[in-house]
């Protein structure tokens, strides 16, 4: 699948999940449909992805329809380029991601988030993780970063998280 042939159909999808969510429904069962499960399957999204993104923007107003659209490109692009379009072998347990107060470098968040971020990008997050979550979004903020090219940055870092507590401290002092 391509990517003009993917977007219009997230579009509609996370716009189905949004106009549930506001009228009542509040689970995942009731706010995605298995035709949509499907589709977000096909390019590498999770449904507990779509609905926790539309959560926070029902809920707090943000990330938004264009932030979840940018977030699901870059895991789009890794999904085909690095993974082949095929899901991962594996969801990562909570135990393996690092606690909210742990640093890298003096910086708090820091080894969560880039780990959160290796998760989305493989599409191992456990369902009890968002990346992009109020903290994440919130780091972000602080850092003058977006969740995207965040993203884009732990990919091409790889297993260097001194390459990513670089790329944050560059961006910050800029």
């Not at 009542?24 to 993104?53: K, N, V, W, Y």
Request: proline share 6%.
């Amino acid at each position: 699948m391509d990517e003009s042939s993917w977007v219009e159909e997230f579009r509609a999808a996370y716009l189905r999940t949004k106009r549930a969510y506001e009228e009542g429904a509040g689970t995942l069962p009731e706010c995605i449909s298995e035709s949509d499960h499907r589709f977000l399957g096909e390019i590498g999204c999770s449904p507990q992805e779509l609905f926790d993104l539309v959560e926070d923007d029902v809920t707090v107003g943000e990330p938004g329809l264009e932030r979840a659209l940018s977030i699901t490109k870059v895991r789009w692009e890794y999904f085909q380029q690095v993974e082949g379009g095929k899901a991962p072998e594996r969801i990562r347990r909570m135990s393996e991601f690092p606690p909210p107060g742990e640093t890298l470098g003096d910086i708090p968040w820091l080894p969560r988030i880039i780990a959160k971020a290796q998760g989305k990008l493989k599409g191992e997050l456990p369902s009890e993780l968002m990346y992009s979550c109020g903290g994440d979004r919130h780091f972000l903020r602080e850092h003058g970063l977006e969740a995207d090219a965040f993203l884009r940055a732990v990919w091409k870092a790889g297993d260097q998280d001194n390459v990513i507590l670089d790329y944050v401290r560059r961006r910050g002092a800029a």
